[in-house]
């Protein structure tokens, strides 16, 4: 079966170094699952176009217009790679918006790939601090190699210098294999399927 | 069916004017509301119940009671009573006394509340909510149907050969409603019993109160109270008429910014393509209205939100009277489209009255037979 991959990517401009990021995670994803033999899409989804959608759902309680899809595809993922700028030494309110308006349990038990973008490799260690347990909180199964991409590797011609190339292509094989190891039947939860019986209820 | 207005009771600034009422105001307007419903043609008019600002309503049946003395035809009812936090025995004595003073005018619907500090107010725990509206649920209906209750449960101090007073009127039991926005257990709970089930509906999207209606009618039948289409339900409506359109939406565009719940979020557009809102001609909420039955189904009771997020009494006053010309053609449009064998109003005192006496005379019919 056909596995997916959702990318969920915070970044502010178009073509940002953050989105640059999340395509070549995407990429090296994919290929990586497919060294593997197992087939895989990529669907990135930024949250810029989402950012009204977003506050809407904080104030309103419910979610709208393309976020409902955005919500969907990340709950109904196979993996994620989530990638944010550094903003303040954290993650950026848009990016934590994003996965306080998610449903409780909709990342329990799924490969979740961590990357963030920022000005200097001073911040590296923000994936570890301040990412990680926000992920470890969601119960998602994260990916032990986290990337951080610094201007100073991003190189001269816009390409990625070779150190940070190395830690995608390590991140991306080691989602590659906690998605390849996934049982084949996913569990999706539905929780008015699973409402107890009354008497069940009455008698708790 | 029944039509009628639901009420918050929030206590809020009028963001047009910087005027906020005070709670003596809000209070005595929301009976003149109360009134002006009967006198439009509506038939219901519930109150929710809420202990903390900006909120009055917390004593429901005092002031349902003081709107009965003063109508003839209305059923008060309330939006919601919360089951979690009030205590059983106080429900089923405030709610009977009501039930004699309004001559069976009246009936009412449980809720869990949400706001997390009213609870340890009341000695309760918000994370216990679904099991406290489960257990107080079950003692509430005891006591009125049984005149010395032994009990014993988590959240209450035990029972023994108590009995409620005054005895329900005519032995009859006020009809119950429960309403929950997203707690499937609620829908349950109501289906179990074969109750009446409120989808809140506003401020949500209609795929949310559809899917709940959905499972209460699904259960309504498994537990063999009728078929799934002839259960019970009660839907909310927010609605703002004008003449014209533009009127309606340049006129309400303020108070929707402003209102506590959702403003500062969704444009009003947004917010009316996405939940029931309607905003606009008497027309344009007759046919917003009738379109709800193609989600939940044929339905018994639509209840308006018409009196928050600030508007002041003059202006909730005239929505009432357009709501009346509304109803008025709504009961004709929604009975043209219901089949015969879905009733069309939830039970009344008087339906369960007959009721009660149909089936205490065949009883009697069948032991006279045994002599």
């Given at each position: 079966m056909t596995r997916s991959i959702v990318v969920v990517t915070a970044g502010l401009s178009e073509q940002s170094s953050t989105s640059m990021l999340a395509d070549r995670l995407a990429t090296e994803s994919v290929a990586a699952l497919a060294k593997r033999d197992v087939e895989a899409t990529a669907e990135i989804i930024e949250l810029?176009?989402?950012?009204?959608?977003?506050?809407?759902?904080?104030?309103?309680?419910?979610?709208?217009?393309?976020?409902?899809?955005?919500?969907?595809?990340?709950?109904?993922?196979?993996?994620?790679?989530?990638?944010?700028?550094?903003?303040?030494?954290?993650?950026?309110?848009?990016?934590?918006?994003?996965?306080?308006?998610?449903?409780?349990?909709?990342?329990?038990?799924?490969?979740?790939?961590?990357?963030?973008?920022?000005?200097?490799?001073?911040?590296?260690?923000?994936?570890?601090?301040?990412?990680?347990?926000?992920?470890?909180?969601?119960?998602?199964v994260i990916v032990p190699t986290a990337v951080l991409a610094a201007s100073e590797d991003w190189g001269s011609a816009g390409g990625v210098s070779g150190e940070l190339s190395t830690r995608i292509a390590r991140a991306a094989g080691q989602l590659g294999d906690l998605v390849a190891g996934l049982p084949n039947q996913q569990v999706k939860r539905d929780r008015f399927a699973d409402v107890p019986d009354f008497e069940t209820l009455l008698n708790a | 069916m029944q039509f009628g207005i639901f009420t918050v009771g929030d206590v809020t600034e009028d963001p047009t004017t910087g005027t906020t009422p005070t709670e003596h105001e809000r209070i005595k307007n929301t009976v003149a509301i109360a009134k002006k419903a009967e006198e439009v043609g509506l038939d219901v008019f519930a109150t929710g119940q809420h202990h903390n600002p900006p909120f009055v309503p917390s004593a429901?049946?005092?002031?349902?009671?003081?709107i009965a003395a003063q109508t003839s035809r209305l059923i008060l009812s309330t939006s919601t009573t919360l089951i979690t936090t009030t205590d059983p025995v106080r429900i089923a004595e405030d709610y009977a006394t009501l039930q004699h003073?309004?001559?069976?005018?009246?009936?009412l619907m449980m809720g869990r509340g949400n706001m997390g500090p009213v609870?340890?107010?009341?000695?309760?725990?918000?994370?216990?909510?679904?099991?406290?509206?489960?257990?107080?649920?079950?003692?509430?209906?005891?006591?009125?149907?049984?005149?010395?209750?032994?009990?014993?449960?988590?959240?209450?101090?035990?029972?023994?050969?108590?009995?409620?007073?005054?005895r329900p009127l005519?032995?009859?039991?006020?009809?119950?409603?429960?309403?929950?926005?997203?707690?499937?257990?609620?829908?349950?709970?109501?289906?179990?019993?074969?109750?009446?089930?409120?989808?809140?509906?506003?401020?949500?999207?209609?795929?949310?109160?559809?899917?709940?209606?959905?499972?209460?009618?699904?259960?309504?039948?498994?537990?063999?109270?009728?078929?799934?289409?002839?259960?019970?339900?009660?839907?909310?409506?927010?609605?703002?008429?004008?003449?014209?359109?533009?009127?309606?939406v340049r006129e309400f565009r303020p108070y929707f910014d402003n209102a506590p719940v959702y403003g500062h979020g969704p444009s009003l557009e947004e917010f009316m393509s996405q939940t029931p809102l309607t905003v606009g001609t008497p027309a344009q909420v007759v046919e917003r209205t009738l379109g709800f039955r193609e989600y939940v189904g044929d339905y018994q009771r639509q209840l308006f939100l018409v009196?928050?997020?600030?508007?002041?009494?003059?202006?909730?006053?005239?929505?009432?009277?357009?709501?009346?010309?509304?109803?008025?053609?709504?009961?004709?449009?929604?009975?043209?489209?219901?089949?015969?064998?879905?009733?069309?109003?939830?039970?009344?005192?008087?339906?369960?009255?007959?009721?009660?006496?149909?089936?205490?005379?065949?009883?009697?019919?069948?032991?006279?037979?045994?002599q």
């Open positions: 810029r176009p989402l950012a009204h959608d977003l506050t809407n759902n904080l104030l309103t309680g419910f979610a709208a217009g393309p976020l409902v899809a955005a919500l969907r595809s990340v709950r109904e993922a196979d993996g994620v790679i989530a990638v944010t700028p550094v903003f303040s030494a954290s993650y950026s309110g848009l990016f934590k918006t994003f996965f306080d308006v998610l449903e409780v349990g909709a990342l329990d038990g799924k490969p979740v790939l961590m990357a963030a973008t920022a000005g200097t490799s001073r911040h590296s260690l923000m994936l570890e601090h301040t990412m990680r347990p926000l992920f470890s909180y969601l119960r998602a | 429901p049946t005092t002031t349902l009671a003081y003073l309004s001559d069976g005018r009246m009936d609870y340890p107010w009341f000695g309760k725990d918000i994370r216990e909510g679904i099991p406290l509206a489960i257990e107080n649920y079950a003692l509430l209906r005891r006591l009125w149907r049984e005149e010395n209750v032994d009990w014993q449960g988590r959240f209450r101090t035990p029972l023994q050969g108590f009995t409620s007073t005054p005519d032995g009859v039991p006020p009809f119950v409603w429960h309403g929950s926005i997203r707690s499937p257990e609620i829908a349950e709970q109501a289906a179990y019993y074969g109750d009446g089930f409120f989808g809140n509906h506003i401020f949500w999207p209609a795929s949310h109160t559809e899917q709940m209606v959905g499972l209460y009618r699904e259960r309504f039948e498994h537990y063999g109270h009728g078929a799934a289409d002839q259960a019970i339900v009660g839907l909310g409506g927010q609605v703002y008429l004008a003449r014209n359109s533009q009127d309606a009196d928050h997020a600030g508007l002041p009494l003059a202006t909730v006053l005239k929505q009432l009277d357009m709501l009346g010309e509304v109803v008025a053609e709504l009961r004709p449009a929604f009975e043209a489209l219901r089949p015969s064998h879905v009733p069309s109003d939830p039970p009344t005192h008087a339906t369960q009255l007959a009721n009660q006496t149909a089936s205490q005379s065949s009883a009697a019919e069948t032991t006279g037979g045994q």
